[in-house]
C-alpha cells in the first residue's frame, strides 16, 4: 500500500461545525520528510494499521501524502497570553487532519503541528523545530506514563527544510492526539465578535463530546463550568504533585477536555521550591510552580465570562451563579491537591491535620533544598524501614526540619493501621522513580539536533515509559550536578 491509499478511518466532527469555526485548507508539503519517531503503542490504541504507516510514515506524518480520508482544517481561536487579550490566534502552525474513534472508544483529534503557514500564522512561518518536537514528544508521553491526562505524541518527522529561529534549526513535524483541541480560548473567539450562536454551538458541541453528563443538568452550561472547574482542578493537582511546571498557561493553552495540552518551556522541578519559573518568556513568574491553581482558576474566570448570556438571560443571575462555580475552584483544587499529597506520604485515610503535615514536610524540603522527585521516593523506602533515614537526610541541605517532621509522620502512619510494607508499595505507586528531569531532556534533544545521534532521546523515552519502577532509577533518577542544572527553557517557536 503507498501512502495514497491510506486511510484512518476518520470520524470527524468538528469539520461539520460552521465555516467560522475554522479555515479548511491542507498542510504545505516539505522537501524531505524523514521519520524520527513512531508511537506504535498508541497507533495501536487509535485503531491504525500499524504495518502499514510505520511503511509510509514519512510521507503521511509530514502532511506530504494525507491518508485519503482526511478533511485537513485549522482552527479558530483567541486567547489571553500572559494576561493580555488577543482577540484572534488560531492554529498558525498545526493542521487538525480528522478525528478518530479509538479502540477504547475515545474518539480523539489527530493534529500535525509545524505544518506551514494557515491563515491564522500572523508573522510566523507556521513550522517548528527538531528541538522542541521532541521535547513535547518526549515530556508529554512520560507524562501519560506518569498518569497526567495529557495530549499525547504520534510521530516526528523531520522536514529536511531549515527553521530560522536565533540559529538555523532542523525542521520537524509532530503529530499531536487530544481528546479535543477547544480551548478556553476557543470560546473567547466567539465570545469578544458577539457571536453567541457561535458560543452556544460550541458549549452544545463540547458537553457532547466531553461532558455529556451535564446534558440532562437543569442548566447545562453552568453545569459545563462547574465540570471543566472540576477537571482542571483535578489536572492542575496532578501537577503539582510530580513537580511540572507548564510554562504558558495561557487560556489558548488551557483544553476545555482537562488535558495538559502545548508543551513549549515547560519543565520539572528538581530541588523543592514554590517560586520555580524555567520559562525565559515568563519574566515576572506569573506562572511558577506555585501560581498554577490560581492562574488556573483565572483562566476559568474567562472561560465563565463567554458562557454567562448562556447561564441565565438575567445578567446579575448569570454572574452570581458563575462567580459562585469559579470560586468554587479552590475548593475542588484544594481536596484533589490533599488527595494527591495524602498518597505520596502514605496516606489512604483523612485525618484534620493532614494537610499541616504535608506543608511541614514541603517547608523542610524547600529550606533544605530537597530534590522535590528524590525526597519523595525515598521517603517510601523509610516508611517501611527505619534505617532507611539517612537516604533521606543526605538530599536535606539542613535536617532540623525533617527531624521534627518524622515522629509526626510516624505516628500518623501508625493509625493508618495497615502493614508498613503495604504503606510503601502503595507510596511507590504514587512517587515516581524518574521523572524528564530537564537536564536529561536537554542532553537528549542536544545529541539529537546537533550530532544527529538519537541514541540518548530514545533511552530517556523508553525508560519514562515505567516511571514508578526502580528499572531505570540508576541511569536517570539523580537530579542535576551544579553544573549540569538547567535553570532556562524557551518554548521555540
Ligand atoms: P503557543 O505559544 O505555541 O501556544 O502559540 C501561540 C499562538 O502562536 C498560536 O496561535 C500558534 O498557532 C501561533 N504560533 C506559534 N508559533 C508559530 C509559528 N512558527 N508560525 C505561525 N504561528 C505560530
Ligand atoms: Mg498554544
Same mark, same amino acid.
Given at each position: 500500500?503507498?501512502a495514497?491509499?491510506?486511510?484512518?478511518g476518520?470520524?470527524n466532527s468538528?469539520?461539520?461545525?460552521?465555516?467560522r469555526?475554522?479555515?479548511?485548507?491542507?498542510?504545505?508539503?516539505?522537501?524531505?520528510?524523514?521519520?524520527v519517531?513512531l508511537n506504535?503503542?498508541?497507533?495501536?490504541?487509535?485503531?491504525?494499521d500499524?504495518? #502499514?504507516?510505520?511503511?509510509?510514515a514519512?510521507?503521511?506524518? $509530514?502532511?506530504?501524502?494525507?491518508p485519503t480520508?482526511?478533511e485537513?482544517?485549522?482552527a479558530?481561536?483567541?486567547?489571553?497570553q500572559? &494576561?493580555?487579550f488577543v482577540?484572534q490566534?488560531? @492554529?498558525?502552525?498545526?493542521?487538525? /487532519?480528522g478525528?478518530?474513534i479509538?479502540?477504547? &472508544?475515545?474518539r480523539r483529534?489527530?493534529?500535525l503541528?509545524g505544518?506551514g503557514?494557515?491563515?491564522f *500564522?500572523?508573522r510566523g512561518?507556521?513550522r517548528?523545530?527538531?528541538?522542541?518536537?521532541?521535547?513535547?514528544?518526549?515530556?508529554?508521553?512520560?507524562?501519560?506514563?506518569?498518569?497526567?491526562p495529557?495530549?499525547?505524541s504520534?510521530?516526528?518527522?523531520?522536514?529536511?527544510?531549515?527553521?530560522?529561529?536565533? @540559529?538555523?534549526l532542523?525542521?520537524?513535524?509532530?503529530?499531536?492526539v487530544?481528546? *479535543?483541541?477547544?480551548?478556553v480560548?476557543?470560546?473567547?473567539?466567539?465570545?469578544?465578535?458577539?457571536?453567541r450562536?457561535?458560543?452556544?454551538?460550541?458549549? @452544545?458541541y463540547?458537553? !457532547?463530546?466531553?461532558?455529556?453528563?451535564?446534558? %440532562?443538568a437543569?442548566r447545562?452550561?453552568?453545569?459545563?463550568l462547574?465540570a471543566?472547574?472540576?477537571?482542571?482542578?483535578a489536572l492542575?493537582?496532578?501537577?503539582?504533585?510530580?513537580?511540572?511546571?507548564?510554562?504558558?498557561?495561557?487560556? %489558548?493553552?488551557?483544553?476545555?477536555?482537562g488535558?495538559?495540552? %502545548?508543551?513549549?518551556p515547560?519543565a520539572f522541578?528538581?530541588?523543592?521550591?514554590p517560586?520555580?519559573?524555567?520559562?525565559? /518568556?515568563?519574566?515576572? &513568574?506569573?506562572?511558577?510552580? =506555585?501560581n498554577?491553581?490560581?492562574?488556573?482558576?483565572?483562566n476559568?474566570?474567562r472561560?465563565?465570562?463567554?458562557?454567562?448570556?448562556?447561564?441565565d438571560?438575567?445578567?446579575?443571575?448569570?454572574?452570581?451563579?458563575a462567580?459562585?462555580?469559579v470560586?468554587g475552584?479552590a475548593d475542588?483544587?484544594?481536596?484533589?491537591?490533599?488527595?494527591?499529597? +495524602?498518597?505520596? /506520604?502514605?496516606?489512604?485515610?483523612a485525618?484534620?491535620?493532614d494537610?499541616?503535615?504535608?506543608?511541614?514536610l514541603?517547608? #523542610?524540603?524547600?529550606?533544605?533544598?530537597?530534590?522535590f522527585t528524590l525526597?519523595? +521516593?525515598?521517603l517510601?523506602?523509610w516508611?517501611?524501614?527505619d534505617?532507611a533515614?539517612?537516604?533521606v537526610?543526605?538530599?536535606? #541541605?539542613?535536617?532540623?526540619?525533617?527531624?521534627?517532621?518524622?515522629?509526626?509522620?510516624r505516628?500518623?502512619?501508625?493509625?493508618? &493501621? !495497615?502493614?508498613?510494607?503495604?504503606?510503601?508499595a502503595?507510596?511507590?505507586l *504514587?512517587?515516581p522513580?524518574?521523572?524528564?528531569r530537564?537536564?536529561?531532556?536537554?542532553?537528549?534533544l542536544?545529541?539529537?539536533?546537533?550530532?544527529g %545521534?538519537?541514541?540518548p532521546?530514545e533511552?530517556?523515552f523508553?525508560?519514562?515509559?515505567?516511571?514508578?519502577?526502580?528499572d531505570?532509577? =540508576?541511569?536517570?533518577?539523580?537530579?542535576?550536578?551544579? $553544573?549540569?542544572?538547567?535553570?532556562?527553557?524557551?518554548c521555540?517557536?
Open positions: 500500500m503507498t495514497r491509499q491510506i486511510q484512518f476518520f470520524n468538528y469539520r461539520r461545525l460552521p465555516d469555526f475554522h479555515a479548511r485548507l491542507p498542510p504545505e508539503p516539505v522537501a524531505d520528510p524523514r521519520l519517531a506504535r503503542p498508541l497507533a495501536e490504541v487509535l485503531g491504525l500499524v504495518e #502499514a504507516i510505520e511503511l509510509n514519512a510521507m503521511l506524518f $509530514s502532511g506530504n501524502a494525507l480520508d482526511a485537513p482544517l485549522a479558530a481561536y483567541a486567547g489571553h500572559f &494576561g493580555h482577540p490566534l488560531g @492554529d498558525g502552525r498545526a493542521i487538525l /487532519i478525528e478518530l479509538g479502540r477504547d &472508544g475515545q483529534d489527530i493534529q503541528k505544518s503557514q494557515t491563515p *500564522s500572523r512561518d507556521g517548528a523545530a527538531l528541538g522542541p518536537v521532541l521535547r513535547e514528544y518526549l515530556v508529554s508521553e512520560a507524562m501519560h506514563a506518569l498518569g497526567v495529557t495530549t499525547r504520534l510521530a516526528v518527522v523531520t522536514t529536511g527544510e531549515p527553521v530560522y529561529r536565533e @540559529d538555523v532542523p525542521g520537524a513535524v509532530l503529530t499531536r487530544a481528546a *479535543s483541541h477547544v480551548r480560548g476557543t470560546f473567547q473567539y466567539f465570545a469578544v465578535r458577539s457571536d450562536a457561535g458560543v452556544q454551538l460550541l458549549a @452544545d463540547v458537553i !457532547r463530546r466531553h461532558y455529556p453528563e451535564v446534558e %440532562d437543569e447545562p452550561t453552568l453545569a459545563l462547574a471543566v472547574a472540576e477537571r482542571q482542578a492542575v493537582a496532578r501537577w503539582m504533585g510530580v513537580g511540572f511546571i507548564h510554562g504558558v498557561m495561557n487560556t %489558548d493553552n488551557m483544553a476545555i477536555s488535558e495538559t495540552i %502545548d508543551y513549549g515547560c522541578m528538581d530541588a523543592y521550591d517560586a520555580t519559573v524555567f520559562s525565559a /518568556i515568563d519574566q515576572g &513568574g506569573r506562572y511558577a510552580y =506555585a498554577q491553581p490560581g492562574i488556573a482558576q483565572w476559568l474566570a472561560f465563565a465570562e463567554t458562557l454567562l448570556p448562556l447561564i438571560p438575567d445578567g446579575e443571575t448569570a454572574m452570581a451563579l462567580t459562585e462555580a470560586e475552584f475542588r483544587f484544594e481536596r484533589h491537591w490533599l488527595a494527591v499529597m +495524602r498518597a505520596k /506520604i502514605g496516606l489512604a485515610t485525618e484534620p491535620d494537610r499541616a503535615l504535608v506543608l511541614d514541603l517547608k #523542610a524540603m524547600h529550606a533544605g533544598s530537597a530534590d525526597a519523595f +521516593r525515598r517510601c523506602d516508611a517501611a524501614d534505617e533515614r539517612e537516604p537526610r543526605q538530599i536535606f #541541605a539542613g535536617t532540623a526540619g525533617l527531624d521534627a517532621w518524622e515522629p509526626r509522620w505516628a500518623r502512619l501508625a493509625r493508618e &493501621g !495497615r502493614p508498613a510494607r503495604a504503606i510503601a502503595a507510596m511507590r *504514587s512517587n522513580a524518574i521523572i524528564p530537564n537536564h536529561r531532556v536537554e542532553q537528549a542536544a545529541a539529537a539536533v546537533q550530532h %545521534d538519537l541514541m532521546f533511552a530517556l523508553q525508560a519514562l515509559q515505567d516511571p514508578y519502577s526502580d531505570h532509577a =540508576a541511569a536517570y533518577a539523580a537530579p542535576p550536578l551544579p $553544573s549540569e542544572r538547567v535553570c532556562r527553557t524557551f521555540g517557536t
